[in-house]
């Protein structure tokens, strides 16, 4: 099982970028997925979230209205379209997986981690 997190760098405050989370050895729509970052000396933060047969989502307070999650089953890739970034968005972030998602809403408000996590992407919001 191996996620991968793609699509960050460099974008200018107000700017857009759309992060891509893969998936290798099985199949991303048998899970629930989550977004999170973690910026140079601070706490992991979740994002969002989207489940898996109805495509349930949820998102934080931080990132409502300017973050959207989707999933393209065909592709076995979870996005993270990120509108509006402000230099508070810039931190490195990481998707994962789970089966449960009640659990995968529980991780992103905090309490707890994730099944699978794949390796970041850093994403820089700097003029």
């Known amino acids: 099982v191996q996620l991968q997190a793609s699509g960050g760098g460099l974008v200018q405050p107000g700017g857009s970028l759309r992060l891509s989370c893969s998936a290798s050895?099985?199949?991303?729509?048998?899970?629930?997925v989550g977004w999170f970052r973690q910026a140079p000396g601070q706490e992991r933060e979740g994002l969002s979230c989207?489940?898996?047969?109805?495509?349930?989502?949820y998102y934080q307070r931080s990132v409502y209205g300017r973050f959207t999650i989707s999933r393209d089953k065909a592709k076995n890739t979870v996005y993270l379209q990120m509108n509006n970034l402000k230099p508070d968005d810039t931190a490195v972030y990481y998707c994962?997986?789970?089966?449960?998602?009640?659990?995968?809403?529980?991780?992103?408000?905090?309490?707890?981690?994730?099944?699978?996590w794949g390796k970041g992407t850093l994403v820089t919001v700097s003029s």
């Open positions: 050895g099985f199949t991303l729509s048998s899970y629930a």
């Open positions: 994962a997986a789970s089966s449960s998602w009640d659990l995968t809403v529980q991780a992103v408000q905090g309490y707890h981690g994730m099944d699978y």
């Open positions: 989207i489940g898996r047969r109805d495509s349930s989502t």
